[in-house]
């Protein structure tokens, strides 16, 4: 197996994307270890948020929120997950699990926001980020999720997820910047679709991209059920503010805003939201009215500036 490193050349001049590279080694298991790259964006002294991207995305997916964000006094926090952005790709899909998912993530949470934080999480970056609320709630002030879940076995999976399962397994052409324009309401320029493709110059570059649809646990076999099981424990007693904002075109998750806002205590009473005009790419779409979930849970919280 090969550990691929970005090239820089295809990531400059990005359009609205003009935040500093930082970087972590992260021990990728079985001898190998590779970079993550991270946005770290605002006051230092902010409240931190951790802003959780998904498949097939990178934390430039966060380019509309994070300036607002920051405007209102947080300190943002946007990693990408290895496989993806600038982080380090392994070109073998089999190498990527749900638990190294979950280990990599961790890894960096503890090493560069080991303190309290909010939660911003959004389809695979609410499959991790999910898990880490329902393991360790202590370490989180509030969340907001979009478009996401934890799912825990038990064979439902909406058509469009499954869909979307087999495309990523088989489709010979898997090129990230049109299935992420397919994913918005809003129409993404050339730049934009330009950008997203970036980081996936060739098919071993998409091995992370093309393995994380096939490890959601959905059915009962799946690796990674016992652990979500167990995090639901956590997750489901969560007392802190709990905001769904769900796109109510997203064909994979839409519909799952309420089942997730329903089984978690914190979630009671907050004025959820299923937004219009909204696809499974909701940062892209209503990227204010995200960030106006986020402001209201961190003042519900106290843990706003």
């Avoid at 089999?94 to 080991?114: C, E, G, I, K, M």
């Avoid at 324009?181 to 050339?190: E, F, H, K, Y």
Wanted: proline share 9%.
């Amino acid at each position: 197996m090969k550990v691929i490193t970005h090239d820089p050349a295809r990531f400059a001049d990005l359009p609205d994307y003009p935040f500093a590279e930082n970087w972590l080694t992260i021990d990728l298991g079985d001898g190998f270890s590779g970079r993550m790259h991270y946005l770290d964006e605002g006051p230092r002294d902010g409240p931190a948020l951790l802003l959780f991207h998904g498949e097939p995305s990178w934390s430039y997916l966060y380019r509309k929120m994070i300036p607002l964000l920051v405007k209102a006094g947080f300190r943002c926090l946007a990693p990408d997950l290895i496989g993806f952005g600038k982080s380090d790709k392994p070109d073998d899909q089999s190498f990527y699990t749900y638990a190294r998912h979950a280990d990599w993530l961790r890894q960096w949470r503890n090493a560069v926001v080991p303190e309290v934080a909010g939660l911003f999480c959004q389809d695979w970056g609410g499959l991790l980020g999910l898990r880490l609320v329902g393991q360790e709630p202590d370490r989180f002030a509030f969340v907001v999720a979009s478009n996401t879940f934890l799912p825990a076995g038990g064979g439902k999976a909406s058509p469009g997820f499954l869909a979307w399962r087999e495309f990523a397994r088989s489709s010979p052409d898997f090129r990230i910047g049109g299935i992420m324009d397919r994913g918005c309401q809003s129409v993404l320029s050339p730049a934009e679709v330009a950008a997203y493709d970036a980081p996936f110059p060739d098919e071993p570059s998409k091995a992370g991209a093309r393995a994380f649809p096939q490890l959601v646990p959905v059915e009962d076999d799946k690796p990674g059920v016992a652990d979500n099981i167990a995090a639901w424990k956590g997750l489901a007693a969560f007392d802190k503010p709990f905001l769904t904002l769900f796109g109510e075109d997203d064909p994979v998750l839409g519909a799952a805003g309420p089942q997730l806002a329903g089984r978690i205590k914190g979630a009671e009473g907050q004025p959820h939201a299923m937004l219009s005009r909204c696809g499974h790419f909701s940062q892209e779409d209503r990227p204010q009215e995200l960030v106006d979930g986020v402001v209201a849970m961190a003042r519900k919280a106290g843990f706003a500036v």
